[in-house]
């Protein structure tokens, strides 16, 4: 996000540096305590903190987590669309990748994802909430029913949620773990408040699901930056006005966006996101060759995220960061409308 940390980030770790505190992260529950009191401040959901474990940040929980619930070969459920990672990480790791397209509205397909999980070496579903690149909120009912389908077939579901509090007033963010008793949920501070830079990320696990915790090996939890964690927490503890201020810029952004698109490129298809600060734009009517996002860097200088290694449904798409300057999205819809005049 082109965004200055929160002041009580800054102070965070001034002072540490300050002091010359720079050493190792504490071996305590202070991490996810502080998340904890932000879950219940955003949402009426105050998670255990002895059900967690601290890691490096959100994809290394992932991971981790994948190595709880499934072997190599089995197969992993994943709606796409989606963060590219989460499907790259997975086929790293000797799993085989299943992605289920995303239903109408880009919404969770729940009759597709249990089809997929009726398969025998079925063992997971990992599922992006709010869902990334489509910023698509999913429901209460929408995870329940992810749920049901899971335990239907024994599959575990594993759940990035960092982009949870990246949600508008007015929009109903629903955490996982809220509504279903098994399960883990991967979070962090590092996206809604722009600390991708000071790691730390953490693993939450359903009543159900606790006991497998202990299991997530002792080098796991070493992987996050002592910085990061002082950083996480301010923002958790002290960062709310800073949040309401950005997410009400980014949702300000988005339907700034659609007045620009409107005007210079009406053939994009483009749905404001219900959450995240990213837009992903439909771009097949425009003629741009197999990869848009390549030929508008060629043609207009305008750098935006391919859709195709996002998986199936990111053909013809590409992302576009919301979390920039009014300016700077003017310039970039301007350029392309030019290049492509």
Not at 55 to 75: H, I, K, S
Not at 216 to 237: F, K, M, N, Q
Not at 261 to 267: I, K
Request: glycine letters at 8%; proline letters at 8%; aromatic letters at 6%.
């Amino acid at each position: 996000m082109d965004a200055l940390p929160a002041p009580a980030v800054v102070d965070a770790v001034c002072a540490a540096m300050s002091r010359g505190d720079t050493g190792y992260p504490p071996m305590d529950t202070s991490y996810a305590e502080a998340f904890s009191e932000a879950a219940a401040r955003h949402w009426g959901w105050a998670p255990d903190p002895a059900a967690t474990c601290v890691v490096a940040d959100v994809l290394a929980g992932v991971r981790e987590v994948l190595r709880l619930v499934t072997r190599p070969g089995d197969a992993v459920v994943v709606p796409a669309p989606v963060y590219p990672p989460l499907l790259e990480f997975t086929a790293a790791m000797g799993r085989r990748v299943v992605p289920v397209p995303l239903g109408p509205d880009d919404r969770l397909d729940l009759d597709a994802v249990a089809a997929a999980l009726a398969e025998p070496d079925a063992t997971a579903l990992l599922l992006c909430s709010p869902h990334n690149p489509t910023g698509t909120v999913h429901t209460a009912d929408e995870l329940r029913g992810a749920a049901a389908v899971a335990d239907a077939a024994g599959a575990t579901v594993v759940v990035d949620e960092i982009h949870g509090l990246l949600v508008p007033e007015g929009t109903r963010f629903t955490p996982y773990l809220a509504v279903a008793e098994r399960g883990f949920v991967v979070t962090s501070a590092s996206k809604a408040y722009n600390l991708a830079g000071l790691k730390a990320g953490l693993v939450v696990a359903g009543p159900a699901s606790a006991a497998l915790v202990e299991q997530i090996p002792l080098e796991a939890r070493y992987g996050a930056s002592y910085l990061g964690v002082l950083a996480h927490v301010a923002a958790w503890r002290h960062g709310d006005a800073w949040l309401d201020a950005v997410n009400a810029a980014i949702a300000a952004n988005a339907e700034h966006l659609g007045r620009l698109l409107a005007e210079h490129l009406p053939q994009v298809g483009y749905r404001p996101p219900q959450a995240t600060y990213l837009a992903w734009l439909d771009v097949s009517a425009l003629g741009l060759g197999e990869d848009p996002a390549e030929t508008l860097v060629e043609r207009a200088g305008v750098a935006l995220s391919s859709g195709l290694p996002f998986g199936p449904g990111g053909e013809q798409h590409v992302r576009l960061n919301l979390a920039a300057s009014r300016a700077t999205l003017a310039t970039a819809v301007e350029r392309i409308a030019a290049a492509l005049a």
